[in-house]
């Protein structure tokens, strides 16, 4: 009688926790949600999640916090998320640095499964801007300039691993020359030495470049494989024959272990947001475009993507 009176207990608690939690997934969010940025403010990570933060706030009539944690190429900020709680009110914003940074430093969380994928928000080709008295001009006087000059040409990144480092690296193997990196804690900093002259170039987005100084800068191509119709007088790199396509892009995760329910409403609350004209002009102004996914497909993205820098990596010998 007293175990029958026991199993009943157990059963009767099962059901009332797991209750419980469906209901608090189904209330989330009902406080406010803090979303990481891995870079200091200013570039293109911290731009596209302020814009989004503001419409996830009126979405969820909850306000959404973004906290900048520089540092590491993005591993610092990144590490806080991995480990904090999976409950819903802690995410990152992060764009492909999640992937790259993991090919070339050994970062305290495996980016292919201490993360939850929640919704890609965007993706964009890059440009390679240099400073106003660079002596290049063009993609091939830059490539003619290198092989004349290996190791004279001084890039910047936004960190040791950073998608702007591994993109330059990337165009480094293919041309068949060798810049030397200076890397900072984002791709700010970064841009105010090249405006200053005190870089060469870099390899970044107008996401981060857009509205800022740097915007004035030379720009010698993107990195897509096609030209971006708002900037048709400039050419990409792959149209001169070079087989040099890069992007980057840029989105929401969680800690691994964060409820379905929870991952499900944000994504489909950003979805939401990337098909409003108001936000798709944003990311247009700032060079991008709207990239959504379901979550399933944006982690294949990520796996993927690690994978590939990588073996990218150690060909090209980047530490």
């Given amino acids: 009688m007293l175990n029958r009176l026991f199993i009943r207990l157990l059963i009767g608690l099962f059901l009332f926790t797991a209750g419980g939690l469906s209901c608090a997934d189904t209330l989330w969010p009902s ?23 503001e419409r996830l706030s009126k979405a969820f009539g909850q306000p959404v916090v973004i906290e900048n944690k520089g540092g590491g190429a993005g591993s610092i900020g990144a590490q806080a998320v991995a480990i904090s709680s999976p409950d ?3 995410f990152l914003f992060v764009s492909s640095s999640l992937a790259t940074a993991s090919a070339v430093q050994k970062t305290p969380y495996d980016p292919a499964t201490s993360f939850s994928a929640v919704a890609r928000v965007a993706r964009a080709p890059f440009i390679i801007l240099t400073r106003q008295d660079f002596g290049p001009k063009t993609v091939a006087d830059l490539i003619a300039y290198g092989k004349a000059n290996p190791g004279k040409i001084n890039y910047g990144s936004a960190g040791p691993g950073d998608t702007t480092q591994m993109a330059t690296e990337l165009f480094n193997e293919t041309v068949g020359i060798q810049m030397t990196a200076v890397p900072y804690k984002g791709i700010a900093p970064a841009q105010l030495d090249l405006i200053a002259g005190r870089l060469d170039l870099i390899v970044t987005t107008m996401a981060s470049v857009k509205g800022t100084a740097a915007d004035q800068l030379p720009k010698l191509a993107f990195t897509g494989e096609a030209r971006e119709p708002d900037m048709p007088q400039i050419p990409t790199v792959a149209e001169m024959g070079i087989p040099y396509a890069v992007d ?34 944003f990311l247009k102004n700032a060079g991008a475009t709207a990239a959504p996914t379901t979550p399933a497909v944006f982690q294949e993205i990520l796996v993927k993507d690690v994978v590939r820098w990588k073996i990218m990596a150690k060909r090209a010998g980047v530490q």
């Fill in 248 to 281: 980057v892009w840029w989105g929401v995760f969680a800690p691994a272990a964060l409820p379905a329910a929870i991952r499900d409403k944000m994504n489909r609350a950003i979805n939401e947001i990337l098909v409003e004209p108001e936000f798709v002009a």
């Fill in 31 to 53: 406080a406010p949600v803090h979303i990481v940025v891995p870079f200091p403010p200013g570039g293109s990570n911290d731009v596209i999640a302020r814009r989004l933060g």
């Fill in 88 to 90: 819903g009110y802690t």
